[in-house]
């Protein structure tokens, strides 16, 4: 059998190469869309590996919700989350990071609740200290960053007080 470490070592390998980079963004959001759909909100298939929330954030150009499925990094036990715009090392940003920029208020689903977040761009030290957090998190990261010319954005989701 297995063993989880190497699973997850497999899994990393293979979400580091181009073909991946390639397929995976126009299957895995549809594939988690429905599933989190179908469930309520409970399960995200991708979060099965990684963390991961429904940002529903407001498009920057057509002001209409848009949803997004993304791995997040939680923090502070569910009061905010770090937000990666790999793009799965796509040349450019995810829409979902120039909605936030535009309208940074939003929502995330998180194992089952939507809460709403405000979310902030991180720069300067701050970013860098969250961007070797998420290296150690998950080591694609780096190969995603080596493989586009744009510094990847990461964002910091916050609960907005009820």
């Known amino acids: 059998m297995i063993g989880v ?6 899994v990393q390998k293979v979400s ?9 963004p126009h299957v ?13 909100g ?12 429904i940002l529903t954030s407001t498009g920057a150009r057509s002001g209409l919700p848009r949803r997004a499925p993304l791995a997040c990094m939680p923090e502070e036990e569910g ?14 940003h995810p829409s979902w990071t120039h909605n936030l920029l535009a309208h940074p208020d939003a929502e995330v ?8 977040v405000t979310a902030r761009l991180l720069e300067g030290e701050e970013r860098a200290a969250v961007w070797r957090t998420a290296l ?10 080596a493989r586009v ?12 007080p009820e």
Do not use: C
């Open 42 to 53: 409970r399960v995200l298939l991708s979060a099965q590996m990684l963390p991961g929330v």
């Open 109 to 116: 689903s998180w194992k089952g609740h939507d809460i709403p």
């Open 28 to 40: 895995i959001p549809a594939l988690d869309r429905a599933v989190h759909r179908l469930t309520r």
């Open 5 to 10: 470490p190497a699973v997850v070592r497999a």
């Open 149 to 160: 010319d744009r510094e990847i954005r990461l964002f910091r989701v916050t609960r907005r």
């Open 136 to 145: 150690s998190f998950w080591p694609p990261y780096a190969t995603y960053q």
């Open 79 to 92: 009061r905010s989350w770090i937000l990666v715009g790999s793009n799965f090392g796509r040349p450019g």
């Open 16 to 24: 580091s190469t181009r073909g991946f980079a390639k397929v995976a």
